[in-house]
């Protein structure tokens, strides 16, 4: 009976969930109603936002990448997105595998060929089909897929994972504004927030899901002509992935999505070397190299060309709608790459997230579209270009016929695409889901099966109502809102981080070294440095000396009129002084047993005597952002009581510099930060 109950529970925002299902419901019901009207307007709503607002698209872009590079450049690159003494939860390999397939696979897949041969055949300026125009072409397609959508990425990721993981704020894209609305957060400004975000992750993910059974069909029909090119198939095929998604969705973020990512990565880097290899080699290797360059030398011309003087739909078509695509995409993007960053550095993250993946989406151009422009140009394989104009999503599929082995490679292809539909939906059901829960992690199954059936449900109605066409005005228009959510969220870090800067210089003074000591007692000291403790007389330190200093200062803070108190857990040896005053984040200090592997250069002494343990342990220092990499074991009374008051003085420091209470000041907010295991084990280094 319990059983059933718990399945039956709900994690659910009412005031996010029901206005974000309100608005899609009523535009499938819309669409399947009219198609034709609704296609219509589709297209009209495209072309508006695109003459009204494309400088305003152009230009967030372009604030969000500087600001990118500029936070990942500076001093707040060190800090960490978590407690100081955090670790990643995934190694590069994995980390990168889950970017990959989350961010943007699908898209490659779909414009690594079609793109710079579209632009070949008819480029935004200059003649078509020339060496002039294959330059353009690939420029553009590393200009589309390169440092910009990153930044769009990186930023909502990085705001996300840092207030989560640093201050203990939902994992939402509401906890942005923190710092600028306090507690409002939790009230209809927030809930209007998510809901945007939700419904820009709705359509971002749909328009990928268009885009990539529509490449599936396409696939399949070039593997089996027998099998046609239609909307029916098309909806069939998004049933029977949606149903494989949801089966991924169940299975939750290891077991299901990390898992699939890394076989995309792995069969997606088999396609790429595949083609590497029996295409133009050293072609590709050339133009990689100097299409780089030659977009690292046009990178700022390009971020703020609209074609003003130029009666064209082009930049509506592509760039519009690829940046619009990105940032509708982001809230989705963002949570994902977040939950999968903590313990990492800012500078860790933001050139990770952007430089890794953009040089990796340059060689993928550099392989697929520069094979596909030398086929044409230099092979004689000009049928190519009609091919694709009439159909992109075959683009992929008429390169690998000119290549040996390609029925084979057609079905790892379309495999491939399969696979990456199904990372993207489940990765999106996921992030939804929380979004649409408040920030809740730990949801019931029901939840994520729901939005990952209504993510198929709206591509769809999406595809049925106008195909492409009614996608990418979906998509563009779902970004405008979130694209001005997006800067109020990065001033708010820009603030968050600025107040951090005052914290870290107040309070970082004795991060790595010890404090001064009594003089008289450095024999005692040294000895405590040389002879790796065991647990027995740490703790017995920790439960008396430490216990007892802390004693003292909280009976002279008392008589003073301070709230302080000290607490000590026998289970884990920590000791815990506390202090709080008015509404502030209370001043914690806190000494923790932790146990460390001794050191290759003691293996002297446990070769001598074969009993001598393997580990030793250390009394550290923790204060509210982690841990302070000391160990203060063998200091005296007086030293452990001064080092108390260093920290305390910066603390009182830093209140007196900060600019006005922090909004994220809260016990309830850092505490998690800091939890220890609830074993009743020491902490392993």
């Avoid at 690594?112 to 089909?129: C, R």
């Avoid at 690939?138 to 769009?152: L, P, S």
């Avoid at 880097?269 to 290797?285: E, Q, S, W």
């Avoid at 100097?290 to 082009?314: C, H, K």
Wanted: hydrophobic residues 50%; contains cysteine; negative net charge.
């Amino acid at each position: 009976m319990a059983e059933s109950k718990r399945a039956l529970t709900s994690t659910v925002l009412l005031p996010v969930f029901v206005p974000a299902v309100a608005v899609t419901v009523l535009l499938v019901a819309g669409v399947i109603g009219s198609p034709e009207l609704a296609g219509g307007l589709f297209s009209s709503t495209l072309e508006w936002i695109t003459q009204t607002f494309g400088w305003f698209y152009m230009l967030a872009v372009a604030i969000f990448l500087v600001f990118m590079v500029a936070v990942g450049a500076s001093s707040w690159g060190n800090i960490k997105l978590g407690p100081d003494h955090a670790e990643p939860q995934y190694n590069f390999v994995e980390w990168f595998a889950m970017l990959f397939s989350a961010g943007y696979g699908i898209a490659l897949l779909f414009f690594g060929v079609a793109e710079p041969v579209l632009h070949f055949a008819s480029p935004p300026a200059g003649a078509a089909e020339t060496v002039d125009a294959a330059k353009q072409a690939m420029q553009i397609a590393f200009f589309h897929w390169g440092f910009h959508i990153w930044g769009i990425y990186g930023l909502v990721g990085l705001v996300l994972a840092y207030f989560s993981f640093r201050h203990g704020l939902p994992l939402s894209i509401r906890s942005a504004l923190y710092p600028l609305i306090g507690d409002k957060i939790y009230g209809p400004i927030g809930h209007a927030v998510d809901v945007f975000a939700i419904l820009g992750t709705l359509f971002g993910i749909a328009t990928t899901l268009g885009l990539s059974v529509v490449q599936i069909n396409a696939g399949i029909n070039y593997l089996w002509p027998q099998i046609p090119v239609d909307i029916t198939v098309q909806i069939i095929a998004i049933a029977l992935i949606t149903a494989a998604a949801t089966l991924s969705v169940v299975a939750g973020m290891d077991k299901g999505v990390k898992r699939l990512s890394i076989m995309n990565m792995v069969l997606a880097i088999a396609l790429m070397t595949f083609v590497f290899m029996v295409g133009p080699t050293i072609h590709i290797l050339e133009s990689f190299l100097q299409n780089t360059g030659s977009y690292m030398n046009g990178i700022v011309a390009r971020t703020f060309n609209l074609q003003a003087y130029t009666l064209s739909d082009w930049i509506g078509n592509w760039t519009l709608f690829i940046f619009g695509w990105t940032i509708a995409w982001a809230p989705f993007v963002g949570m994902f790459i977040a939950k999968i960053s903590r313990g990492r550095t800012i500078r860790q993250f933001v050139f990770g997230v952007m430089l890794v993946p953009s040089v990796f989406t340059f060689l993928w151009f550099s392989i697929f579209g520069d094979t596909a422009l030398n086929l044409i140009m230099n092979e004689g394989l000009t049928t190519l270009i009609g091919d694709v104009q009439n159909d992109q999503a075959v683009a992929l599929f008429k390169l690998l016929d000119a290549l040996p082995g390609s029925f084979f490679i057609s079905v790892l292809t379309v495999f491939l695409i399969i696979t990456f539909f199904v990372t993207s939906s489940d990765s999106g059901s996921l992030v939804i889901d929380a979004l649409a829960s408040g920030g809740a992690t730990n949801t019931p199954v029901w939840q994520r099966v729901f939005w990952a059936v209504l993510e198929g449900v709206l591509a769809a109605a999406l595809l049925f109502g106008g195909g492409l066409k009614a996608l990418q005005a979906m998509t563009v228009a779902s970004a405008l809102p979130f694209a001005i959510i997006m800067l109020v969220a990065m001033v708010g870090l820009w603030r968050a981080l600025k107040i951090e800067g005052h914290r870290e210089s107040s309070l970082q003074g004795l991060a790595m070294s010890s404090p001064q000591l009594n003089t008289a007692h450095w024999k005692q000291r040294l000895a405590a440095i040389v002879d790796f403790p065991g647990h027995a007389k740490v703790s017995h330190f920790i439960e008396s000396t430490v216990v007892g200093s802390m004693r003292k200062v909280e009976a002279e803070l008392q008589s003073r009129g301070w709230d302080a108190s000290v607490r000590f857990d026998s289970e884990i040896c920590r000791a815990h002084l506390q202090v709080n005053w008015e509404d502030h984040a209370e001043f914690s200090y806190d000494i923790r047993l932790t146990e460390h592997e001794t050191p290759e250069f003691h293996d002297a002494e446990l070769t001598q005597n074969p009993d001598a343990p393997a580990s030793y342990y250390r009394a550290e220092v923790y204060m509210r952002r982690g841990g302070r990499a000391y160990d203060i074991f063998g200091y005296e009374e007086n030293d452990i009581i001064k080092d108390i008051l260093d920290q305390f003085e910066k603390y009182l420091h830093f209140l007196d510099i900060s600019p006005g209470k922090l909004p994220w000041d809260m016990a309830e907010h850092d505490e998690m930060l800091n939890e220890v295991p609830e074993e009743a084990e020491p902490e392993k280094s």
